[in-house]
């Protein structure tokens, strides 16, 4: 499988998808959301060696909404994968972290 999206510093190695409804028990309405699931690897490999996970909702980011075509869903996560890239090397790194299961995601790209 080719890479969805080819950068400098990472490549994006899939998306994958998951369709939500969430239901509020003070009930005015049901709210669909799309829930995705980014895999990627920065570069250079060398430096990095295991992918990058990635989850962000449209249900908690305003910016994105259900039903982008993957052109656009690609421009939409771009710049928050930066962000989130930029936090992580922040942060510390003593957590070990287990690749997700995908059983419960279909590959959108």
Known sequence: MANVWVGDNYFIKSIHELDTSRTYDNAAKNITSERYFVTLQRL?????SNVTEF???THDDADLTVGLSDDALVAAL?????????TDDASAKTDTHTP????IY???I
């Open 78 to 86: 771009l710049p928050k994968i930066n962000t989130a890239l930029s």
């Open 106 to 108: 279909t590959l959108k």
């Open 44 to 48: 250079p490999e060398s430096s990095y």
């Open 55 to 57: 989850f962000i909702d």
């Open 100 to 103: 997700t299961d995908l059983d």
